[in-house]
C-alpha cells in the first residue's frame, strides 16, 4: 500500500528515512497496553455478578434475561473497547508510516480515518530517545520530536515508535536539525537562492 505521506513531500525536498514500526514489538504493545488487567478484571467481575444472577435465576424470571444481557453488554464497553483494539491492529499497523526528509518528520496513522502529521525542523526544540520494556526486549526504539509550543497544524510533538536502526535515525535527525538552525541563525549570504551557511549541506 502507498505511504500517502508522499504526496505532501515538497519538489525541493530530500527523503533521508522511510520506514515503518517493528511489527513484532508492536503486536506486544497493542497486546498488553495498560487497558489490559482492567479489561480483564472488569470483564471478571461482570460475568461473576451477572452469571450468579443468571443461574440464580427462576423459571418466572427468565424474562428478566431480555433486559440483563443487553445492560450486560453495555456494562461491558471497557472491555469491548479493548478488544477493538486489538480486531484492528494490523489496519493501524498498515497505516502507519514515518519519512524523514532534509526539511521536517512525517507520521502518518489511524484506522479508518488516517492523519498525517509534520513538523518542520525549524520548528522542532528537541529531540529524545524512548526505550520500554517492550522497545528493550525486540532491541528497537522511540524517537520523541517536540517542538516549543502547540501549533494549530497538529500536535506539539511527533513519535517515531519502534524502529529497529532508531539509534541511527536519532542521528540522522540530530544532524539534519543542527544544519537547518545554523543555516538560519547564521545565513551567511543573506539566504540567496544557494545558501552558503555554516557547515551546511542543505540548498535552498
Known amino acids: 500500500m502507498k505511504n500517502e505521506?508522499?504526496?505532501?513531500?515538497?519538489?525541493?525536498?530530500?527523503?533521508?528515512?522511510?520506514?515503518?514500526?517493528?511489527?513484532k514489538c508492536y503486536i506486544f504493545e497493542t497486546v498488553f497496553n495498560p487497558l489490559l488487567p482492567f479489561a480483564l478484571l472488569w470483564a471478571a467481575i461482570d460475568l461473576g455478578i451477572f452469571g450468579t444472577v443468571i443461574f440464580d435465576m427462576g423459571g418466572e424470571e427468565k424474562s428478566l434475561l431480555f433486559f440483563l444481557v443487553p445492560f450486560l453488554l453495555l456494562h461491558m464497553m471497557p472491555v469491548w473497547i479493548y478488544i477493538s483494539g486489538i480486531a484492528f491492529m494490523l489496519l493501524r499497523y498498515r497505516n502507519t508510516n514515518y519519512i524523514v526528509t532534509d526539511k521536517a518528520i512525517y507520521t502518518s496513522g489511524g484506522i479508518f480515518n488516517k492523519q498525517i502529521n509534520n513538523k518542520s525542523f525549524g520548528e522542532l526544540s528537541h529531540i529524545n530517545v524512548h526505550r520500554g520494556i517492550f522497545d528493550q526486549l525486540f532491541g528497537v526504539g522511540?524517537?520523541?520530536?517536540?517542538?516549543?509550543?502547540?501549533?494549530?497544524?497538529?500536535?506539539?510533538?511527533?513519535?517515531?515508535?519502534?524502529?529497529?536502526?532508531?539509534?541511527?535515525?536519532?542521528?540522522?535527525?540530530?544532524?539534519?536539525?543542527?544544519?537547518?538552525?545554523?543555516?538560519?541563525?547564521?545565513?551567511?549570504?543573506?539566504?540567496?537562492?544557494?545558501?552558503?551557511?555554516?557547515?551546511?549541506?542543505y540548498k535552498g
Open 142 to 201: 522511540d524517537i520523541i520530536a517536540n517542538s516549543s509550543q502547540h501549533s494549530e497544524n497538529g500536535p506539539a510533538a511527533v513519535a517515531i515508535n519502534s524502529i529497529s536502526d532508531y539509534d541511527e535515525v536519532y542521528k540522522l535527525i540530530k544532524k539534519v536539525q543542527e544544519d537547518v538552525y545554523t543555516d538560519i541563525m547564521y545565513p551567511n549570504d543573506l539566504r540567496p537562492p544557494e545558501n552558503h551557511g555554516y557547515k551546511t549541506e
Open 5 to 23: 505521506s508522499l504526496n505532501l513531500i515538497g519538489e525541493n525536498e530530500r527523503i533521508l528515512y522511510e520506514g515503518k514500526p517493528d511489527l
